[in-house]
């Protein structure tokens, strides 16, 4: 990969020995927390998550300490502020389940902190407003989203603001949901999972990355997010027939073959041209990259050095 010259390379087997502990979660749990189509075992939690866990305990007592020193400085109390945690990554590539995946085990490592998710999908222009705007075939790109909206949201809870409203985003209509909200109050950590969490509008002077304690960005071949992305697709299919309101469900009880071919254009014309032109560049900004190959498995981590 380009620039790991800023990045300690980690084999797996060489990771897994840093830090060891209990795996507080069941496979049960495990199982409602992955992703359609997503493959994670208790394995790769004990050799990957769990030590990911610990080098993110270290990033937030550093955190700690410097928001005493700053409170030191200035001779009065300073509370520290909300630690928030930017995962990053193509479409399909398992950004979803490492965030719920991290969520969990970070509330179950940390029982006293407050751990709340969100994702930038809520932060979408509603599709109407894309049509209006003609960009629904940028769904995705950076244009598309209300990127003012979401930086005042990272600023309302950096500043400690309580019940915060943010849009909410179903996947099953593809769409923003009117008059339905959801609630972030005061987390101690805040994880943030998107394709844009790291990317830098050219019109904006302050960026979504600036509030970010620590990042992560979820990295593999194109080649193989391609293939995740269909599988993923065809396993939609195999349940949005049951639900005419789902937005794919017209493609369900349609010919497969054609909406495979659909699929297949819209990976080569929408994700893969925003993965490379938007996404893959700001890989080189987080502090973690979890490198996957076949079957998900996380086979390298890199720690950026500086």
Not at 81 to 102: D, E, H, Y
Not at 208 to 227: M, N, R, T, Y
Request: net charge negative.
């Amino acid at each position: 990969m380009n620039g790991k010259g800023n990045y300690y390379q980690i084999p797996r087997e060489k990771w897994q020995d840093f830090y060891s502990g209990d795996t507080p979660l069941t496979q049960e749990e495990l199982d409602s927390i992955k992703s359609l189509n997503d493959r994670i075992s208790m394995q790769d939690v004990a050799d990957v998550y769990i030590p990911l866990c610990h080098l993110i305990h270290l990033y937030m007592k550093d955190f700690e300490s410097l928001t005493l020193s700053k409170g030191l400085f200035l001779h009065r109390y300073v509370k520290v502020p909300p630690f928030i945690i930017g995962i990053a990554g193509s479409v399909a590539v398992g950004k979803s389940t490492t965030a719920r995946l991290l969520q969990t085990l970070l509330d179950r490592l940390f029982p006293h902190s407050s751990v709340q998710l969100i994702t930038t999908d809520g932060f979408l222009y509603p599709n109407a407003e894309l049509e209006k705007k003609g960009i629904m075939d940028r769904k995705g790109f950076p244009e598309s989203y209300d990127m003012e909206k979401l930086i005042d949201f990272l600023n309302a809870v950096k500043s400690g603001e309580k019940n915060i409203e943010i849009p909410k985003y179903s996947h099953n209509v593809y769409d923003i949901i009117e008059d339905e909200v959801e609630i972030i109050d005061q987390p101690d950590i805040l994880i943030v999972e998107g394709i844009n969490t790291l990317q830098l509008p050219a019109n904006q002077q302050i960026y979504v990355s600036d509030f970010f304690d620590f990042s992560i960005f979820v990295d593999a071949k194109p080649s193989l997010i391609e293939k995740w992305y269909l599988e993923r697709f065809e396993s939609l299919l195999d349940t949005a027939f049951q639900d005419p309101t789902n937005y794919y469900y017209e493609y369900a009880i349609g010919d497969r073959k054609e909406a495979l071919a659909m699929a297949e254009g819209v990976w080569q014309n929408v994700n893969l041209k925003n993965l490379m032109e938007y996404i893959l560049p700001t890989r080189g900004r987080a502090d973690v990259i979890l490198h996957k190959t076949i079957h998900h498995n996380i086979d390298e981590i890199f720690i950026r050095k500086y």
